[in-house]
């Protein structure tokens, strides 16, 4: 979730608890105080306030929250209770096991992370789910969409700047051999670059791509391939080049941490 800005001078975590507490007095509920506090405070500062709360009141401020609240403010406030890990697995959880199955949600979550955190949140999944986040892709993805996924959230990768330049040259030759050079789509190409190589990486394969071929990476893969798979794609290349401007380009549907935030699945 992307916070709107933390003020340089924040008050305390009690004197937050007690403000909120305010605003849930009376007729109706404060939301704009609500929304004052929670947007503009990171995911440690959260938990303070959640502890003062529960401290002073004896009572939880999530229960709170979803009693006052309604709709996506709800949504959104109940989301910014948890830290990033906790997010993601709630959010890709109810994607993948919900009254209405969102696979393109889940997909943003997974395509978007790196793997490291997509190691912690497969670590928070386990823990609140009991179930791992593999079997749940097994049971609602399918096809080439399943496989990248199942890829990509269990390999190891780079996340450092360095380049294999002599490699970047080879991958970027093999998706032209896979996709534009050749009449139909060898999209186990596709997975098996996309899965396994660091964000620098694939960075450089778009560049190189783009100097060789005379078209862009993205372009070759919107052309190549379509649907889920497109949509994973394009998210892992789109975040490998400028992870800031994929996000400040979609349109958040509800937003709230600073280095996170994505349209239908992050805040």
Known sequence: MSTLSVPPVLTS???????????????????????????????????????????????????????????NLKKAALLWMHDPPGRDAIIVREALSGESID??????????????????FKQAYYVKFGIHLEHDINLQASGDHQ????????????????????????????LYKAGEKKLGTDEKTFIRIFSARSSAHLAAISNFYHRMYGNSLMKAVKSETSGLLEFALLTIIRCAENPAKYFAKVNPVFCGDKTECTSQSHC
């Open 103 to 120: 696979l393109q949600a889940a997909t943003e979550v997974i395509c978007s992370r790196t793997p490291s955190q997509i190691q912690v």
């Open 147 to 174: 496989k990248l996924l199942l890829s990509y959230v269990s390999t190891p990768r780079y996340e450092g700047p360095e380049v294999d330049h002599g490699m970047v040259e080879k991958d970027a030759k093999d």
């Open 13 to 71: 975590p009690r004197q937050d608890a007690m403000d909120l507490y305010r605003a849930f007095k009376g007729f109706g509920c404060d939301t704009a105080t609500v929304v004052n506090i929670l947007a503009h405070r990171d995911a440690s500062q959260r938990a303070l306030i959640q502890q003062e709360y529960r401290a002073m009141y004896s009572d939880d401020l999530s229960t709170r929250l979803s009693s006052e609240l309604s709709g």
